[in-house]
């Protein structure tokens, strides 16, 4: 199994890339990460983020660590992207993006990728309004593309997100997005799914499961993201958390089912900025244990370098 972490445990804790790099390889035993913006901003000045990337670069390479791909975090994400009412606001996101591929490059990443934009609930409630955006949406994500490929990347990732005035948020719409640009793109364009957004329950029922999304669509699958959750909040726990809900190994059988062992799988945990540094290490720490287990199916009693 494809399995790494999303280095959103480090923001605000452990910025400096040799000391997440050997936190990542000594203490959690991992070789493989994607790295998050929200680390280094693709909107800094180039010559000084050319310089801060370096440093990841070399920090990863120093400790044997592959940086499979770079995703948006939470700061990008409060945003309205490429579906802002304003036309100015969604030339902004496109030239934010184009930022985001270039740093992916300058990091040796070969993806990057996030959510994509959120409508406003004024254009969401007409009709004609929301084909206007998901048309200039598709043509955003055809010029990123471009850009992307000009940059040196492999793929660009596309978040599905749990709510309604994002794209996409269903199956349905997921595979009309894929179908809509198909022919369009410089490079192919995935998808993410997140077992937390999949399994949201007050969106998609109770009785939404994971194997909806890998047999619907599971070909335009690129990543996912793992977390721990109670399928009522978007909860980004980790393991062990009594409030969690989510069957790790139950999941590796049906990624394994359906042919997707090898979509890279990244452990994604959010925490509060004012949870201890110490009880970060131990979460983290225990939560890649249970995924290395569960989802990889390795036999350890502790994390140890792969």
Known sequence: MNFGINLSFAVKRWPEPSVWAKLVRETLGLSQVQFTYDLLDPWSPEPMRRTMAAEVRQAAQDFGIIIESAFSGLANYCYDGLLHPDPNGRRISVEWWRRALDLAAELGAEASGGPIGAMSVMAAANAER????????LDSIEELSRYAATAGLKRLLVECTPLVREVPYTVQQANQFMSDLKG????????????????????YGPNARMVQWLSGVGQHIGAFHLQNTDFQSDSHWGWPDSRGLFDVAGFAKEVRDAGLESVPAHLEIIYPFELSDEKVVTSITTSVLHCRQAYCGERLEKAQPV
């Open 130 to 137: 929301r084909r206007q955006l998901y048309e200039g949406l």
């Open 184 to 203: 369009r793109c410089q490079v192919p364009v995935l998808l993410l799914v997140d077992v937390g957004h999949a399994l949201y329950q007050p969106l």
